[in-house]
């Protein structure tokens, strides 16, 4: 089994790889929609969140509000530092799981914060998905999300720059899909025969 942590920036375009590599035949366990799973299920995350960011950051039908979250998360280092340590431990737990549970020979993990997070340890891989600030921001609009809320989430993220320096590949996310594609093959290629 070959573990492959897959991560960037905010809006870099981790998701359009890990599915390229999930045609290829991965595993790919997207970590935002475990957060996201947990945001729905977990009472004792959900009372966590409550406790330390209060009801504003809830829906009037009491589901988290992700973007009233995240803003509030990102507004500064304290806030997020307080999050990760509410939803990182359960994350890390569910992707254990899963990865025992995988029955295929290479698992990617979609993980914006993979580094953050120190799950870097876990793997035997990390590509690290890159894009320039423009084609970020340009991602981040289609999402619904202002500039500065991209600049923001960038400012409290270890940056680009810091990430490569964990790669053992690069891909560069900023021209169009075949070319992303291609890089992904290429990467897919080289683990494949290691």
Not at 120 to 129: A, F, N
Request: glycine share 6%.
């Amino acid at each position: 089994m070959t573990l492959v942590g897959v991560t960037g920036a905010f809006c870099t375009g981790k998701t359009t790889v890990c599915a390229f590599f999930r045609k290829l035949g991965a595993h790919v366990i997207d970590t935002d929609k475990i957060v996201h799973r947990l945001y729905k299920k977990d009472k004792k995350i959900r009372n966590a969140i409550l406790k330390n960011f209060g009801r504003i950051v809830f829906t009037s039908s009491g589901e988290v509000d992700r973007k009233k979250l995240g803003k509030i998360a990102f507004r500064n280092r304290r806030n997020l530092n307080k999050l990760c340590g509410i939803v990182h431990p359960e994350v890390i737990k569910e992707i254990k799981e899963m990865m025992r549970l995988s029955k295929k020979f290479i698992i990617v993990i979609d993980a914006p914060l993979l580094i953050e997070a120190d799950l870097q340890r876990e793997v035997d891989y990390i590509v690290v998905v890159k894009a320039g600030l423009k084609k970020q921001v340009e991602r981040g609009a289609r999402r619904g999300f202002k500039k500065h809320d991209c600049l923001a989430r960038r400012r409290l993220q270890l940056s680009l720059r810091e990430k490569i320096k964990y790669a053992d590949f690069v891909i560069d996310n900023n021209r169009s899909r075949e070319y992303t594609k291609k890089e992904v093959r290429r990467v897919w290629k080289s683990l494949t025969r290691r």
